[in-house]
Every structure is written in C-alpha cells, then in structure tokens.
C-alpha cells in the first residue's frame, strides 16, 4: 500500500464521543487525503493536506476536521461521532498536484 | 461541481472475455482519469491513468479510452481472468487545486470460470 498505514484498522464507538483516526506515511510525500466510502457513494472526499499545516475541505467535510503537524501524519477527527459517520475511511496519498494517489488499507469505523 | 456516472453497477463474463466499464464527467475542466481496482478488505489499488492530452492508454491486457468531446471514459479489460474479479471504480480530476479526485459509484465484475 504505497508506504501508507492507517490505525486503528477498526474501531467500534458509541454516538457523542470524539473519535481520531490516523494516517501514516512513509514516502514524504506533500498530499494526503481523507475519503470515506458508503455503499452506493463511491469514496467521498472528505479534507486534504498540500503540506504541513495547509488543509482544506472536500466534499463532506461537515463534521470532520483534520491536522498535519508533519509531513508523515494526516489526523482525521470526528468531534462528536454521530450514526451516519459509519463508514470505511480511507487515507490517500499523492507526491504532486499532478500525480497519482496511493489508498491506503483503510479504517472501519461503527458508530452505534 | 464534478459529477462521475459509472455502469454498470454489476458486470459477470466468462473467463478469456473482455469487460467494459464506461463512466461519464460533468465537469469539462476535468483533465485526469484514473481507475482503480479494490479487492475485498483492501484499499483502491490504481491500475491505470489517462489525461485529457491522450486518447487511448494501453497496459497490458487493460486499456482505457478518453472521448473528451463526449465526456466519457471507458475501461477494457481483455482475456479476464478469475483474479480480475473486484470492484472497480473510475474517477475525475483538474490537476492543480490539490487533485481532488470525484469517483463513480463502483462497478462489481465477476469472471466466471
């Protein structure tokens, strides 16, 4: 998986409570991404990273907040986990604006 | 913004047939097409890319095709195999603004011995 981790690989939680899920990278490369895929949606932007400290939203952002404080980390954050934030989470990671992304092996979350 | 439509959802041919995923884009900016494969359990894995400055893209026993006139993509998978079966999803893109990429909603193939 392109030098990415993700942990934790499954997580159960209950509605209400924060929830952090990070991504990992070994390939310092200055793009990371956040998906999350539903049944029927494809992946589903959620934020990216250009670069330490610089994100910014995608599609489904509300909800969700994220943090780089170095290039290898991607921190995704869910404030106050809710039902409909069930989902797989994937990271992705890109060397360019122009070049390919790389997933990786993704994340499991239930919010009950 | 964009908009990517994929089909079909589900896709059975026998195995040494050829497969056909098509997908359309609304958004005439887009320039970058990529495909990715995923398995059960696993991450998107890309298989192959194309750019609005190509036509046609050949890898293998897997091509894709650009009409960008049509705004439509296509996947063709040759002499499928039993390990070609997975889910597959195309997706869009204008490089520069972080390369946000917008997906299809997947396509299922099953090659069938």
């Known amino acids: 998986d392109a030098g990415i981790t993700q942990s934790p690989r499954h997580k159960v939680t209950e509605t209400g409570t924060p929830v952090t899920l990070r991504c990992h990278q070994t390939e310092n490369h200055r793009y990371m991404y956040w998906y999350r895929q539903d049944p029927g949606h494809g992946l589903r932007l959620i934020h990216y990273?250009?670069?330490?400290?610089?994100?910014d939203k995608g599609e489904v952002s509300d909800g969700y907040s994220v943090s780089r404080s170095k290039t290898e980390d991607f921190l995704l954050t869910l404030e106050s986990a809710t039902s409909s934030q069930t989902s797989v989470y994937f990271c992705?990671?890109?060397?360019?604006?122009?070049?390919?992304?790389?997933f990786g092996p993704g994340t499991r979350l239930t919010v009950l | 913004g964009e908009n990517v439509e994929q089909h079909p959802s589900t896709l059975s041919v026998q195995e040494g047939d050829s497969a056909v995923i098509k997908c359309t884009y609304s958004d005439s900016a887009s320039n970058y097409f990529p495909w990715y494969k995923q398995e059960l359990g696993k991450g998107p894995q890309l298989i192959i890319d194309i750019r609005s400055n190509v036509g046609e893209k050949k890898d293998q026993r897997i091509a894709v095709t650009l009409n960008k006139t049509a705004k439509h993509f296509s996947l063709h998978i040759t002499e499928t195999q039993p390990e070609d079966s997975a889910v597959y999803f195309c997706?869009?893109?204008?490089?520069?603004?972080?390369?946000?990429?917008?997906f299809g909603t997947g396509t299922q193939l099953k090659v069938e011995l």
């Open positions: 992705a990671i890109s060397s360019g604006a122009y070049n390919e992304q790389f």
């Open positions: 997706a869009a893109s204008t490089t520069g603004g972080g390369n946000k990429l917008t």
């Open positions: 990273s250009y670069g330490v400290k610089d994100t």
